[in-house]
């Protein structure tokens, strides 16, 4: 089956500490992104991918970090200088191709910080 | 700056009734759109889109409508059924291709009673 896989699904970090959310694609696209949902609001943009080894900065970035070493795999570092961390985050996938399709998402993160 | 709205936090219908949902936007170098339905602590499932040339697509019970001119854009789902329940988001994409993001609205939470 091909998809997206977000890993874990709940996770819990103590205040100061970074933390490191999985995604991965099995269905060859090229280009990945982190979105975030807060209660009452849309998902916004964190970070975004379009090819291997380079990423750009979404509308909300401040306090996150990303890496895109391998085409199947973006996984967001939220820091301790992400004021309000705790949210639903959302990984999702286009395919490299001109042309407008949907993108793909997965099941979710829930972070919480106590 | 609020580039895709949805004014509507909540619509509640009765089964076999229609929904519509609305949605507006700002940003002029959109020209694809698209509907994702979401349940709680789940990822974003796509429904249907539109690219700007048009002004409606049908999908089975789903029909989507674009009136570039007011910038609006509204969901049907006919006739609506209790599974249906759930979060609807629209979004706003620009460039004409499969790369680039997403902008989403806040999104709006159907109840469809049996």
Request: charge should be neutral; aromatic fraction near 12%; proline fraction near 5%.
């Amino acid at each position: 089956d091909g998809g997206i896989t977000q890993s874990p699904k709940y996770l819990f970090r103590k205040e100061g500490q970074n933390v490191t959310l999985s995604c991965e694609q099995n269905l060859n696209h090229d280009a990945m992104y982190w979105y975030r949902q807060d209660p009452g609001q849309g998902l916004r943009l964190i970070y975004y991918s379009q090819i291997v080894n380079d990423f750009q900065k979404g509308d909300i970035a401040e306090g996150y970090s990303v890496s895109r070493e391998k085409k199947e795999s973006f996984p967001l570092t939220v820091t301790s200088a992400q004021k309000n961390p705790t949210a639903f985050y959302l990984c999702a996938s286009t395919p490299g191709q001109v042309g407008n399709t949907e993108a793909f998402f997965g099941q979710g993160t829930r972070l919480t910080v106590v | 700056d609020q580039q895709v709205k949805q004014n509507s936090p909540s619509l509640s219908v009765q089964e076999g009734r229609i929904s519509i949902l609305n949605c507006d936007y700002t940003n002029s170098m959109f020209d694809y759109f698209l509907w994702y339905k979401k349940y709680p602590a789940e990822g974003p499932t796509f429904l249907i889109s539109i690219s700007s040339i048009k002004d409606k697509n049908e999908d089975g019970r789903f029909t989507v409508f674009l009136n570039k001119s007011a910038k609006h854009l509204s969901l049907h789902i006919v006739p609506s059924q209790p599974g249906d329940s759930a979060v609807y988001f629209c979004a706003g994409k620009a460039g004409g291709t499969s790369y680039g993001k997403l902008t989403f609205g806040q999104g709006t939470i159907l109840t469809v009673h049996p």
